[in-house]
T-cell receptor
Framework: GENVEQHPSTLSVQEGDSAVIKCTYSDSASNYFPWYKQELGKGPQLIID?????GEKKDQRIAVTLNKTAKHFSLHITETQPEDSAVYFCAASFSGSARQLTFGSGTQLTVLP | EAGVAQSPRYKIIEKRQSVAFWCNPISGHATLYWYQQILGQGPKLLIQ????????DSQLPKDRFSAERLKGVDSTLKIQPAKLEDSAVYLC???????????FGQGTRLTVV
């Protein structure tokens, strides 16, 4: 089955700096890669996703890049703000007849004011 | 629109007792997922329903876990008997179809003592 590794497990940045979180996956058949933000006491919330036919996707301060050859993808947050502090999860799946997400272990991002 | 509703929010039980969790997905969402999230880890899929049928329950410990989705709307997940290692947050998610974005509920935090 799919295995997703995520680094780093914790990340502290100064407000206004950029944050980068990296994930690698094992199943070359995976073709859908979402990123979720989970705040304390809440369920994960989708913030951005990318499909295997796209190399990069951007949404305001958030961007995701995908390298299918190397089987890794990254989340980039620019101009970080204190409200970006949360746990971020990457995930991978193959959207065949059903989409079943395999999650990474999470990154605790802390944005220091 | 209303989100995914889960209850209870918290539950503490002794080992070998039974417990049940309830999930009401977003109206019209045909696909429903139950995930287990152990502290410090990413969510792990337990079971996926499409309407009232099971799509995948390969990671569900069937000797103690059971789930149903009668009438293809709300769902219950049961653990009987519970073990200490079942302590986790149980997340329910739903999506419009098998290829749609998954929306998560707030989860039920289970503590087995």
């Amino acid at each position: 089955g799919e295995n997703v590794e995520q680094h780093p497990s914790t990340l502290s940045v100064q407000e206004g700096d950029s944050a980068v979180i990296k994930c690698t996956y094992s199943d070359s058949a995976s073709n859908y890669f979402p990123w979720y933000k989970q705040e304390l006491g809440k369920g994960p919330q989708l913030i951005i996703d990318i499909r295997s036919n796209v190399g990069e996707k951007k949404d305001q301060r958030i961007a995701v890049t995908l390298n299918k050859t190397a089987k890794h993808f990254s989340l980039h947050i620019t101009e970080t703000q204190p409200e970006d502090s949360a746990v971020y999860f990457c995930a991978a799946s193959f959207s065949g007849s059903a989409r079943q997400l395999t999650f990474g272990s999470g990154t605790q991002l802390t944005v220091l004011p | 629109e209303a989100g995914v509703a889960q209850s209870p929010r918290y539950k503490i039980i002794e080992k070998r007792q039974s417990v049940a969790f309830w999930c009401n997905p977003i109206s019209g969402h045909a696909t429903l997922y139950w995930y287990q999230q152990i502290l410090g880890q990413g969510p792990k899929l337990l079971i996926q329903f499409q309407n009232n049928g099971v799509v995948d329950d390969s990671q569900l410990p069937k000797d103690r876990f059971s789930a149903e989705r009668l009438k293809g709307v709300d769902s219950t997940l049961k653990i009987q008997p519970a073990k200490l290692e079942d302590s986790a947050v149980y997340l329910c998610a739903s999506s419009l179809g098998t290829g749609g974005e998954a929306f998560f509920g707030q989860g039920t935090r289970l503590t087995v003592v």
